[in-house]
């Protein structure tokens, strides 16, 4: 698995299920579905839509034609698909699956909401430290005095240069660890596993995994699936 590979975003994804669920309820082709779906997207959202397109145009399945675009498409929704297509209850699913990932936009919209104003807080206390990192440095000068407040040897132009760097490092393994672990590399399992014994934080993330696996077994069991598979 690629980490770096594209994938669908959650609102276009959303978007997608709502519209070709409704369509399809109203009876529309699912040709037609897909193929007014690929003049409207972009990117490479529009390139795999045109090629499942061309497939159901070949008569394709659409389980068979999404599984040809590795993983740009979560694992659940392709799924989901191949068992609708199989139970005839392609537009169900479809609809379930929309109301699954509007909610999932609801609770990120709420979960940065609700950190806005902490991740501002952060920002401006490590702005503040960088600004008395350089300003040490025009101090010492014009004293002639050696002072260092932080007590790490970071003064001036220099220190606010390793400081940078030293934030810039952070941000970008903090960055590459998360998006690791959204796309399931093995090696972000112990990671993972020691962020949910850590108090407060690890039970937060452990009722929200529980309440993913809740939604994804009420979605797999309602449309017929197989219960092993499910």
């Not at 690629?2 to 082709?29: H, N, W, Y």
């Not at 379930?96 to 936009?105: K, N, V």
């Not at 990120?108 to 902490?118: D, G, H, K, V, Y």
């Amino acid at each position: 698995m690629d980490m770096f590979s594209p994938r669908i975003q959650l609102k276009p994804l959303a978007g997608l299920c709502r519209r070709t669920g409704t369509a399809l309820e109203a009876g529309v082709d699912i040709r037609t579905v897909f193929a007014r779906e690929a003049d409207r997207a972009s990117g490479h959202l529009r390139r795999h839509l045109l090629a499942i397109s061309q497939d159901l145009a070949r008569g394709v399945s659409l389980a068979d034609s999404l599984a040809a675009t590795a993983d740009f498409f979560p694992t659940l929704f392709r799924e989901l698909i191949d068992v609708g297509e199989q139970t005839g209850n392609l537009d169900a699913v479809l609809r379930q699956l929309a109301g699954h990932y509007e909610i999932r936009l609801t609770m990120r919209r709420n979960f940065l909401a609700s950190i806005t104003w902490p991740m501002m807080q952060l920002g401006i206390a490590l702005g503040v430290v960088g600004f008395l990192i350089w300003i040490m440095g025009f101090i010492q000068s014009a004293t002639n005095s050696k002072i260092d407040i932080l007590g790490f040897g970071l003064v001036g132009n220099r220190g606010l240069a390793v400081y940078l760097a030293i934030l810039a490092a952070a941000a970008a393994a903090v960055w590459l660890v998360l998006r690791a672990a959204l796309r399931g590399m093995a090696w972000t399992q112990s990671i993972q596993r020691l962020v949910l014994q850590l108090p407060v934080v690890g039970r937060l993330l452990q009722t929200m995994a529980l309440a993913r696996l809740a939604w994804a077994m009420d979605l797999t069991m309602s449309t017929g699936m197989d219960v092993r598979r499910a």
